[in-house]
Nanobody
Framework: QVQLVESGGGLVQPGDSLRLSCTDS????????MAWFRQAPGKERQFVAR????????VVANSVKGRFTISRDIPKNTLYLQMNNLKPEDTAVYYC???????????WGQGTQVTVVS
């Protein structure tokens, strides 16, 4: 079964960087698209970035464009989110997601906490 697992979150200061990782503990990735979302307490879940697994085409939300980069390492079966110049408003739980048969983001990880504070 699908078991997406995120890692790499932590407590950092503004301007710092983090790299989040996502793997499927049970299988090699075969999803057409994978993405990162984030959710702050009391707020709606927000799209961050998406990548097509094979072609590598990416879409990044305007709120993080120029600072965040989504990528994947196919041999390592790992999805990444490189987060540079972090800001307090980036504080959220970050989730890895993958498309299901419907094309929607059907599979989700447990989330990893990113906290940016002075």
């Amino acid at each position: 079964q699908v078991q997406l697992v995120e890692s790499g979150g932590g407590l950092v200061q503004p301007g710092d960087s983090l790299r989040l990782s996502c793997t499927d503990s049970g299988r090699t990735f075969t999803y057409s698209a994978m993405a990162w979302f984030r959710q702050a307490p009391g707020k709606e879940r927000q799209f961050v970035a998406r990548i097509l697994w094979v072609g590598g085409d990416t879409v990044v939300a305007n709120s993080v464009k120029g600072r965040f980069t989504i990528s994947r390492d196919i041999p390592k079966n790992t999805l990444y989110l490189q987060m540079n110049n972090l800001k307090p408003e980036d504080t959220a739980v970050y989730y890895c997601a993958a498309t299901g048969d419907t094309g929607n983001y059907e599979y989700w990880g447990q989330g990893t906490q990113v906290t940016v504070v002075s």
